[in-house]
Each structure stands twice: as C-alpha cells, then as structure tokens.
C-alpha cells in the first residue's frame, strides 16, 4: 500500500498577521473591561490573551485615552486589543492595594484639571500632592477651583491666593457650576480639540462641571455631605467624553487619598518657589530643617512662604524617596532571584555532565 502525502489542515481560525487591525481610541474601563472608537462607534472590548499574558505590570494593559490596535469580531459588534500604542503622557498614582506599584488613570493627555471645591473640600496639601503627579504625567495641570458660590463670605480672595501660591506655573481658575460663572475660561482650556482628564476628591464637583460642559446630564452627581463637604463616588468608571467646545474630558472616581507615584521632576516644578529660595542658602545641600543661614526659613519667618507648605514638601519628598527606595529594593531582590535560579541551573547541568561521564 502505497501511502499519500498528508495534506496541510486549513483551519477557519486566522493568525494574528493575518487579522486585519485597526486603530481604536479606548474611551472607558472598568474592572478589566473596555469601550472603544473605531470608525465612528463604540464597541465593547476585550483585551487579547497574549497582550494579558505578556503584561509585566498595570502600565502594559490599556488606559482611556489609549490609541491601540483592535481586531473586530461577531460582525463588527465586538473589539478585540491586541497592543497599546506608545503613549505621549501618562497619569500615575500609587496603587492602593499595598504592592506599590503605579496605577495609571489617563494616557494622552494635554491637561490635567484639579478639581477642588471652594467649601469644605477645599485642602491646599491634598492640591500640592496631586500638583506633583500632574507635572509628573508631561500634561500641563490646570486648577479648578469650584463651587464658587458656596465659598465663606471674605474667604474667596485669601483661598485663591493660597491656591496660587500653591500652584506656581499652573493656571488657577475659579468657577460656579451652579451659575456658569467662569465656565468660558475652562472651554477656552480645551478649545482645540484638547484632551484633558478631572482629577479630584468626591465632593469636589467634578461630575457637576462635566455635565455643563456636555449640556446634558452625562455624569451622575450625587449629594454632599453637610458636616465635611464629602460626596458619594458617583463616578466609578474611567470614561472619556467628547464635548460640544471640541474638546475631550477623561472624568476618573473621586480620590480622597492620592499616593505619588514618582516619575519625573515633578516635586521640583510643582515646588520650585522653594527651589528658587534655596538658591540663596549658605550651604549648597542646605535640607531646610533648621541649618544656619537657611533662605527657606528666613522666607517663613518674613511670612512670605507658608510654613505648611515647607511641611509639605519634606512630606512628599521623603514619601517618595520610601517610593524609590522599595522600587530599588524590589528589583535588587528580583535580581538575586535570577541569579540565584541562573547558579542552581548552571549546577545542574555540570551534575548531569558528571552523571553522564559516570563521575
């Protein structure tokens, strides 16, 4: 009997190259699931087993505000992400789930908006923190100061000076959701076509702004709290939205606690008033904790910088120098783990060159 070549089996199953691709822009995430914009429409989508598989960390997997590239399925209906493209700016903060690592909330985008309202959500410390992670992302930050109409009577003018101060190289707006006042100025912000992204504590207004720029209720809004200003997170999604004025809105979940993910130069622009003041020190490595001849300090003791603030920024200094010491200390350990697994193979390869002789 005379046998045939066997023929190749032609399956129905498509490889990757052979998938066509397209370029999506992700609009929202939740828990792992994602919406895109390819052609027009927003489908639902998934991320690819292979891009799950390959992922190293949070960073690798998509974010809203995303271009990547999808493959479309069940007639169109549903999207498949295959690979994120390379981004232009990326919002981190700390994770919360006690590994340290970052957690990203927008990618690609021109500005940050720091939403804070003007009554009792009003925290200096808490705008400076998120200030770092702003200028960290390679956006420009923008402060919002909201709910100007429920400000204290007599406190509107020190609270915007305070902000300004706090904020030096940001633009600082000051607006009421409630009667429009101050809302051309945040259009103008995202004339363009700009892409920005809220960031700010529940209660903050963020939702509230969101819908007067949408002219329609997009966002739910929730009630505030009358003893502390709080709100309910209304917002549980990250969900991008495209404006009447052109420009987009990435709106995240209200954040009471903001963890710096350090990246950049950002506690140095964010604080660079006090960086100009210690150009005048006696000593060059002057840590403004009390050396002689300190200009930081002098500058406290003439009023013209807050001694919180100097508070502050020893508080975040030495957070995100823990940071950077635990991300050391994580890949040091990673690395005497592979050394270590490197040394017991390389052992087992000369036993069984041993046991192979008869040694």
Known sequence: MVCGRRRPHRGNKKTMTEQKLSVALVTSEQRGMFTVLVDGRELPATAAGKLVGE????????????DA??????????AVIHRVLPRRTILLRKGLDGSG????LAAN???VFIVMGLDGNYNIARLERVLVAAW???ALPVVVLTKKDLCPAGELEARLAAAVLAAPGARVLCLSSLTGDGLPEVEAELAGGARCCFVGSSGAGKST???RLARREAAQTGAVREDDARGRHTTTSRQLYLLPCGGQVIDTPGIREFGVEYSGEGLAVSFKDIGVLAEGC???????????GCAVAAAIEAGTLPAERLENYHKLRREIERQELRTDLKKRL???RKQKSFGRMVRNIDEEKRRLRGG
Do not use: M, Y
């Not at 992922?55 to 995303?66: H, I, K």
């Not at 590239?69 to 549903?78: A, P, Y």
């Not at 006696?282 to 002689?292: K, N, S, V």
């Open 55 to 66: 992922a190293a960390s949070r960073l690798d997997f998509p974010v809203v505000g995303d």
């Open 69 to 78: 590239e999808v493959s479309l399925h069940d007639g169109g209906l549903k």
């Open 101 to 104: 690592e970052a957690q990203p």
């Open 109 to 111: 985008i021109d500005k």
């Open 136 to 138: 960290d992302s390679g």
């Open 209 to 211: 702004l969101l819908n």
């Open 282 to 292: 006696r000593f060059a490595d002057c840590l403004h904790t009390g050396e002689p």
């Open 334 to 336: 990673e690395a005497k």
